[in-house]
């Protein structure tokens, strides 16, 4: 499958008639890494906020426009939110693993999901503690609390809790501005291997991850969307002034 | 610079001291309790003391357990009442409300906490005990009204405040973020409040809730104006019970001319101080307990 999954038209969100993002158009491709750059408060995690409705649980910010995942359109209040949000994980700034177990962590969604079955459980979670690379590192501790885990063991639980409900898109914040240089690239190794599976969204301040990692850039300022395109051009030939001012500083 | 080193090795100093004095407060409570109840137990074995429930001062009978029983009963009764309260309402102000309600909530628990305890006992009489005597006609149970429901529905209205407060800053300390992750995986509001939030407060809830229990249990003023003060062994919630502060404060001062009288309020003040010991070594106990499983 291929072309696009996700098309965001005349996205609005404003606080107090405060834009904080302003006629956002968008369409995310299928199976690539979309990388979103912009100066601090400039609305990008409030982007991806949007797209799995967390920003429903913050009062007085409102939200016009369509989202449509799949053809489906997402800020529609009708729509089954848990339904939603499990088509997307969430990768956040720093990791917050749930007050539980190893295991626990990642069988939270899908015990949530209504997954009893014990061996099933068993499986699934040594599958995605696999896939992030974490099993070796944990496999004799898996009932220990996930609190006792090193920041990027963390991060990465994080992202195994998040794969095991089976999404189809990964929104990742600035997934490794609390981790060492070791771990970072651990991430964003899984970060490559998962783009086969999945579509990847991505937030970072960091150029050189953001070049090694993007097939899409997207630089917001001020709540709005000034250029996207392939790595290559808005790294290597952008146009607006403010992109070469950001891409000039932050190399 | 040496200046500068002496006022700091001097205010550390100060904090040590001003600790040590907190910390020898209630040892040197408790050693005085123990020493003034020492008469007593050297006349009759501790076990008849506590299991006996005969009381006739005069006699020489001091059966201490009708007023155990009902200070444990009381305390119960509030905490049954409060507890969920205060946990729900923590929840609905910090998880769903809006900022206002919360922010007018504040001072009216900062009023309801200062309100002197006679007040409360007066509201009590006022407007508790009727009420639980309509209640009771329900059931067609003969009460005065003056009985350990109304103690501990007084109880519990009083350590509301208390509990309700720590309650809230438990759940506000707990990062947007945790919920965001629960959410995020499809979990709704209410299993994402029952399986972490709950989790990851319990041993802020546990705090709370051992605070409370100690405050009902010293409690004495309104309970003593509501709870009816026969020495018995209630039964149901709707009977008349004698909690141990009540007794300690009716009689004290009076009737100290009957023989080990004296020595025996000591010996009440001694049980209640370590009940609450026991209590709050078990909320400890329940707090590390959470935590090693979290
Ligand atoms: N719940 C909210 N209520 C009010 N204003 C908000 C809310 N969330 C975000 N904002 C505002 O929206 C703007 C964008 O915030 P956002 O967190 O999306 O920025 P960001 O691009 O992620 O920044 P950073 O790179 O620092 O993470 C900020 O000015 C912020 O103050
Ligand atoms: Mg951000």
Known sequence: ?251 | MKRRKLIDQITSGWMLLCLFVVLLIPLVIGLGLVLKSLPILQLYPLSELLNGSDWKPMAGHFGFKPFIVSSLYVTLISFLIAAPVCLLSAIYLTQYARRWLLNLMQPVIDIMAGIPSVVYGVWGILVVVPLVVRLASVWDLKTSGYCILSGGIVLAVMSIPFILNILIEVFQTIPTELKEASLSVGATYWETIKFVLLREGFSGIMAAFGLGISKALGETIAVLMVVGNVVQIPGSPFQAAYPLPALIANNYGEMMSIPMYDSALMFAALILFVIIILFNILARLAINHGEYRC
């Open chain 1, 1 to 251: 499958m291929s072309g696009s999954i996700i098309r965001i038209q005349n996205l609005n969100v404003s606080h107090k008639g405060i834009p904080i993002l302003k006629d956002i158009n968008l369409t995310i491709s299928r199976n690539k890494v979309t990388v979103i750059l912009g100066p601090s408060g400039c609305g990008k995690t409030t982007l991806l906020k949007c797209m799995n409705r967390l920003i429903d649980i913050y009062n007085g910010l409102d939200i016009s426009g369509q989202i449509h995942l799949d053809g489906e359109e997402i800020l529609n209040r009708k729509n089954d939110l848990t339904r939603i949000r499990q088509k997307m994980g969430l990768l956040s700034q720093r990791p917050y693993p749930l007050p539980m177990s190893i295991f626990d962590n990642v069988a939270y969604g899908l015990k949530i999901q209504g997954v009893r079955n014990r061996t099933e459980l068993a499986d699934r979670v040594e599958y995605y503690l696999k896939q992030v690379n974490l099993w070796p590192e944990v496999v004799d501790r898996l009932k220990s609390p996930a609190s006792r885990l090193s920041i990027g063991q963390q991060q990465r639980l994080c992202l195994a809790r998040g794969l095991a409900v089976e999404p189809e898109i990964i929104l990742a914040d600035e997934p490794t501005s609390a981790l060492d240089p070791l771990s970072s690239t651990c991430i964003e190794e899984q970060f490559m291997k998962l783009k086969e599976q999945y579509t990847i969204l991505i937030v970072t301040h960091i150029m050189r991850q953001a070049r090694r990692l993007a097939d899409h850039v997207i630089f917001i300022y001020l709540g709005e969307i000034i250029e996207q395109g392939p790595p290559a051009e808005i790294f290597d030939n952008p146009q607006h002034p403010t992109t070469k001012e950001y891409l000039r500083v932050g190399h």
